[in-house]
């Protein structure tokens, strides 16, 4: 079946532009993570969805940020009046659900961010 | 707050030999899983594998193992009979929980090229 998709895969923005980035997770996958990650640097915890609750968002940087899954499916990672520091690759990750330790995440290739 | 370290600088292997990344954890959990995953030049996470911290037998998947010391909060990834395609940033990451609980956290990574 499909992995994990993202669109769209690279966005050049200037600042102070708002960006919406979409994830498509695996298909019955309930649990759903954004990271983000830098270049040379491991993935960040951003926010994290069961079904359409936000049960997690303690990683998202301040205000500007903000994501939201409607419909327990689709997710859209929003950053509102960006800014040079938000450049990176923004990552989402699905999981068949969080109930165990063992819950393996499937990432997405990632949605590059450039902010001029 | 939980805490993964990868200190090895660039990492250097012989085709066909074994190699060894290094990777300790801070935690004051009892129960927490720790995962590897591979990063080649493309830019996509791979899931290599999985140890639980109840675990009593190191995990082994395929050319791959983790060397799990609890008692030194370590879990190196020992690769077995190197290849060229293993050339790639290698993380390791924690998962101290369930449910909310269940974001991962990563080190910084390690870089590993393989030599023909």
């Known amino acids: 079946g499909a992995g994990v998709s993202q669109s769209p895969r690279y966005k050049v923005t200037k600042r102070g532009q708002d960006v919406a980035l979409r994830c498509d997770p695996i298909?019955?996958?309930?649990?759903l993570y954004w990271y983000r990650q830098a270049l040379g640097q491991g993935p960040e915890f951003l926010t994290y969805?069961?079904?359409?609750?936000?049960?997690?968002k303690s990683g998202l940087p301040n205000d500007r940020f903000s994501a939201e899954r409607p419909e327990g499916s689709i997710s859209t990672l929003t950053i509102q009046r960006t800014e040079q520091r938000d450049s990176a690759m923004y990552r989402c990750a699905s999981s068949r659900g969080a109930l165990s330790l063992y819950n393996e995440q499937f990432f997405g290739p990632g949605t590059r961010l450039t902010v001029l | 707050a939980q805490k993964i370290t990868q200190t090895q600088p660039g990492m250097f292997v012989q085709e066909k030999e074994a190699v060894t990344l290094d990777c300790t954890y801070d935690t004051s959990d009892q129960s927490y899983g720790l995962f590897w995953y591979k990063q080649p030049s493309s830019g996509e996470m791979i899931f290599l594998i999985y140890q639980g911290s109840y675990d009593e037998q190191n995990a082994t998947e395929g050319r791959y193992s983790l060397n799990f010391q609890k008692a030194r909060k370590s879990a190196n990834l020992v690769i077995s009979a190197s290849q060229l395609g293993d050339s790639a940033m290698y993380f390791c990451a924690m998962r101290k929980g369930t449910g909310a609980n269940s974001k991962l956290t990563f080190g910084k990574g390690i870089t590993l090229s393989v030599r023909p």
């Open positions: 298909s019955g996958h309930v649990s």
């Open positions: 969805f069961n079904y359409e609750a936000q049960q997690d």
